[in-house]
Structure formats: structure tokens, C-alpha cells
């Protein structure tokens, strides 16, 4: 595995991010820092990816790879061989390609991620 080398000290807000994707009941942040891309992840209450995300990247199931972690909400994630995790508030998560996803209960996820915020909800 190589190492991620800064060049620059930079800061950025996700509240006044790079770049911005709108799928429905989704919003994606990206902040670009030098070559690494990150992202905020916020899914309304009712989100499911196979309803949402899939309807803009035309894919059967979410082929990102995801490292992030959770601040809000809770996440439960499928994956096609019938695999479930759910992911709550203070936890790390990694996700491998194949899955679908949606929140838990009526409190909207949040996640930071460090891995796919370059790709992830982009039409295909």
C-alpha cells in the first residue's frame, strides 16, 4: 500500500464544497485537497440506494468501494450475497462493491468518506 504524500497545508468546508450531486433524497459534498478527494454523505430518512443512487449510475448494485465513518443516522448495508451490517453513529466502516443500502428508522445518516467521493452518484 503507498503512502498518501501532502505537498500543501490546505482547509476546506463541506459547506462550501467543490463539487455537489443531488440525486433524490441524497447530497454529496466533495472537497478536493491536492490529489485526495473526500466526502460528506448525507441520506434523508426513507433513502435506499436501489431506489435513489442506482436511478443516476444505472448499475444493479452499488459498485464503489467505501471507507468512511458515521456521525449521524444509521446505515444498513446488503450485500448481493444476502451479508448485512448496520452502521451507527462513532463507527468506521469499509463496504466492498456488490451492495445495496438504506437508512434506518426517521434520523438521516452523515458519513465522512475517504474512498469513492470521487465517483460515487455520478451518472454513468
Not at 447530497?27 to 440506494?49: A, K, Y
Not at 451490517?85 to 428508522?105: F, K, L
Request: glycine share 8%.
Amino acid at each position: 500500500m503507498s503512502a498518501i504524500s501532502v505537498k500543501a497545508l490546505e482547509s476546506k468546508s463541506f459547506n462550501e464544497p467543490d463539487e455537489k450531486r443531488r440525486p433524490p433524497k441524497t447530497e454529496v459534498d466533495v472537497v478536493n485537497l491536492g490529489d485526495t478527494t473526500l466526502g460528506r454523505f448525507t441520506f434523508e430518512p426513507g433513502w435506499r440506494w436501489s431506489e435513489t443512487v442506482k436511478t443516476v449510475v444505472q448499475t444493479e448494485s452499488c459498485q464503489n468501494s467505501h471507507l468512511g465513518f458515521c456521525i449521524a443516522g444509521t446505515l444498513t448495508v446488503e450485500m448481493e450475497d444476502g451479508t448485512r451490517a448496520t452502521i451507527r453513529v462513532g463507527e468506521a466502516y469499509s463496504i466492498p462493491p456488490g451492495h445495496d443500502a438504506w437508512v434506518e428508522n426517521d434520523e438521516t445518516f452523515v458519513g465522512y468518506e475517504i474512498l469513492s467521493a470521487a465517483a460515487y452518484a455520478k451518472p454513468a
